[in-house]
């Protein structure tokens, strides 16, 4: 496939992603975090942030699509598989990454597209997890239509009341 052919299906499955983000923005209790999980050019799990509906810490979009593809394919190993989020994963969402072997991540918006409380950490940049893990066969790709999915997202610079912030 060339680069041209791979953006295409890069935004095409990012495209579906922001969708998701979308509908999740409008369910009560929800959050416009989309992700999708492809293996073989095919949709195998997708989700969105589900935190507040499942009252569980872990129910973030990648983690929903996790669950899902594991249960359609009936494996927690998606070696292979590309997982397309609209925001750069967190610490646990790239860690499970790791551990559920995706071969490649790629995220929409970047952490300086958004305000600071979408992440868990002032100075860890989560891709270093991915750089430092025991892993040579995972490759990111960040930025992927990133000011269609910052846009879901506060910008960085908004004033936003300290209780209203996410992880502080």
Known sequence: MDGLNKFDGDARFMRRAIALALEGGRQPGANPIGCVIVLDGEIVGEGYNEVDIRHDPTAHAETVAMRRAGERLQQFEF???TLYS????CGMCTMASIWAKIGRIV???ERDQVHSMYFEDRHLD???FVRDAFRDDLSVTGGLLGDECAALYIGPNE??????QHNR
Request: cysteine-free; hydrophobic content about 25%.
């Open 107 to 109: 995220y929409g918006a």
């Open 79 to 81: 070696r292979g598989a």
């Open 86 to 89: 609209t925001l750069q994963p």
């Open 159 to 164: 004033d936003v009341p300290k209780d209203e």
């Open 126 to 128: 989560t891709m270093d």
